[in-house]
């Protein structure tokens, strides 16, 4: 099965600073990959995903490349906020298959 | 709209025991996915139902079972449960037809003692 993998498992940033959080997975079927952002307490909340025919997606502070060859996607986040503080996930899953592999999680502290 | 609702938000049970879960998708989604966080092992894949069949299957023992009704609210039962049991359970919606977005409800803590 998919196997994804997330680095680094925690991350502190001052604030104003980026965020760079990074992913790869095993299953070269896998094609949407999104990412999910949980604050203490809280649901998981997909902030932005993309699908293996794009290379680069923004929206806002935030923004996710992908590298088909490599196996590999990232999480940008740019100028960083307090309220940017939270445990991000990244996942992958198949066209046809709504099963999500997830990856452990990044704790991101950002420091005021 | 409204978002994905779950019941009840929190559960205490005895080993042994069995347990239900409910889950409500956001309105005009037909796929419901459930999901199990724990801080051993992360967020983990049960399985995932669509008209009321179930399309997909994670990695659990037969204790775990779910179904989907016509209106697209979902349960999962857990028997015979066990103290690893204890999780946050979760489930997500999706409208089940190309789109891939799947959108968490607000979870079932479940301690089992």
């Known amino acids: 099965g998919e196997n994804v993998e997330q680095h680094p498992s925690t991350l502190s940033v001052q604030e104003g600073d980026s965020a760079v959080i990074k992913c790869t997975y095993s299953d070269s079927a896998s094609n949407y990959f999104p990412w999910y952002k949980q604050e203490l307490g809280k649901r998981p909340q997909l902030i932005i995903d993309?699908?293996?025919?794009?290379g680069e997606k923004k929206d806002q502070r935030i923004a996710v490349t992908l590298n088909k060859t490599a196996k590999h996607f990232s999480l940008h986040i740019t100028e960083t906020q307090p309220e940017d503080s939270a445990v991000y996930f990244c996942a992958a899953s198949r066209s046809n298959d709504y099963k999500l592999s997830f990856g452990a999680g990044t704790t991101v502290t950002v420091r005021a | 709209k409204a978002g994905v609702t779950q019941t009840p938000r929190y559960l205490i049970k005895t080993r042994g025991q069995q347990v239900t879960l409910s889950c409500s998708p956001i309105?005009?989604?037909?796929?419901v996915s459930w999901y199990q966080q724990t801080p051993g092992q992360g967020l983990q894949f049960l399985f995932e139902y669509f008209s009321e069949t179930q399309r997909n299957k994670g990695n659990f023992p037969g204790r775990f079972s779910g179904r989907q009704f016509s209106n697209s609210r979902s349960e999962m039962n857990v028997s015979t449960l066990e103290l690893g049991d204890s999780a946050l359970y979760l489930c997500a919606s999706s409208s089940g037809q190309g789109e891939h977005e799947q959108y968490f409800g607000p979870g079932t803590r479940l301690t089992v003692t």
């Open positions: 993309i699908r293996s025919n794009v």
């Open positions: 309105s005009g989604h037909r796929s």
